[in-house]
């Protein structure tokens, strides 16, 4: 079922239009901007091609030291201070850019933006799959925010598991 899901929402994600791309990304950074705002070690991701796009409010987040972003070491996803985005992202073994080894850890982690496939007006989220985000916010007291575009929201409630942790709130572009 999940599968049926993913693919659905996929495919709806993959024909919008660069314009729809470009006006979702303003407003979602301005909007993640106001969310996040009282909070000071921020999780965000960095986006794929297809995702709501979240260079501008990493970059933002960057230059005042609040930003964070995942790197995958094994089955988990460690959070990793990131001061500059020119300058501590590359490529490794993933499709995404990560921080570089220089980069400090942060457990310190307190406002996270989570991607996903699809989500619902419960908080449920179906993401990629490798339960990645589900694992890192598992018992954590974090404010927890999916990033979608209005194409990705299900009416229909999603199939979500128990381990699945639902969105707190969802930023809807």
Partial sequence: MKKKVRDFYRDRRALLSSDRREEAAEVACKELLRLSAGYDHILSYYSLPDEVDTYSFNDILSKQHRLSLPKIEGESLVPYEVNSMEKELKTFSHQFLEPVDSCSRNNSIN???VPGIAFDRKGGRIGFGKGYYDRFLEGKKVKVVG??????FSDELL???AHDVCMEELCIV
């Fill in 111 to 113: 406002f996270v933006v």
């Fill in 159 to 161: 199939p979500i598991e």
């Fill in 147 to 152: 990033l979608l575009f209005k194409e990705q």
